[in-house]
C-alpha cells in the first residue's frame, strides 16, 4: 500500500511559510520606512536649530531697531508738544496788538471820512 500523505499538514506548513516570508518582507520594508524617516529628521533638525539661531538673532534686532523708534516718536511727541506751546504764545503775543491796530485803523478811516466828508 501507499502510504497516505497528510496533505491537509502540508497546505498548513505552505501557508505558514508564506505568512512568514509576508511578515519578513514587511518587517524588513518597515524597517527601510524607519530608516528612511530617520533620515528625513535628522536632516530636518540639522536645518532647523541653526534658523531659529537666525530667527532668534533677527528678533533681537528687531527689538532694538523698535526701542530705537519708540526712542525717537518720543522725541517727537516732546517736539510737536514744544511747537504748539511756541505757535500758542506767538498767537496770543500777535493777535492782541493785531486786533488794537486794527481796530486803530478802523477808527482812523471813520474819523478820516467824517473829517472829508464834513
Known sequence: MIA???W???AALIIAIAIAVFLLVLTVQLARNMES???TIDGVRQE???LLGDVRTTVIDVNKELERVD???ESVGRITLT???VSGLVEQAVSGPLVK???AGAGL????????GG
Do not use: H, T, Y
Open 71 to 73: 526712542g525717537m516718536l
Open 37 to 39: 524617516m530617520k533620515m
Open 83 to 85: 511747537v504748539e506751546r
Open 101 to 103: 491796530l486794527a481796530a
Open 8 to 10: 491537509g499538514g502540508i
Open 109 to 116: 478811516a471813520k474819523a478820516f471820512r467824517k473829517v472829508r
Open 48 to 50: 532647523v536649530v541653526p
Open 4 to 6: 497516505s500523505v497528510p
